[in-house]
């Protein structure tokens, strides 16, 4: 299975802005739609955001949970086998560990998939 590593989390304040990255080590991740997810203490894992595998060089289909939507942006560069999670307007509630996954449900990946290790995201008040 593909192994992924995840980049990019840390301490921010509220409003401020930070890059994930998600990558892979061995098999590149061409052929798989990637997910993000996020998981704060005491709560359950969620969907973030997920793209597509492409059928075309720029041809992918984008989604997003309710609290990423018109804040988030989800890309992906085939060539450098990463997958890029831009945050902006970040506020404290999305503070939780985020983590990119071989799919877009988290049973799917459970059962199908492989997940990272996880990056810490902090957002300060």
């Known amino acids: 299975q593909v192994q992924l590593v995840e980049s990019g989390g840390g301490l921010v304040q509220f409003g401020g802005s930070l890059r994930l990255s998600c990558a892979a080590s061995?098999?590149?991740?061409?052929?798989?739609?990637i997910g993000w997810f996020r998981q704060a203490p005491g709560k359950g894992r969620e969907g973030v955001s997920c793209i597509s595998k492409s059928d075309s060089e720029s041809d992918y289909t984008t989604w997003y949970g309710d609290s990423a939507e018109g804040r988030f942006t989800i890309s992906r560069d085939n060539a450098k086998g990463t997958v890029f999670l831009q945050m902006n307007n970040l506020k404290p509630e999305d503070t939780a560990v985020y983590y990119c996954a071989t799919g877009c449900s988290v049973d799917y990946v459970n059962s199908h998939g492989s997940w990272g290790q996880g990056t810490q995201v902090t957002v300060s008040s």
């Open positions: 061995g098999p590149t991740l061409d052929d798989y739609a």
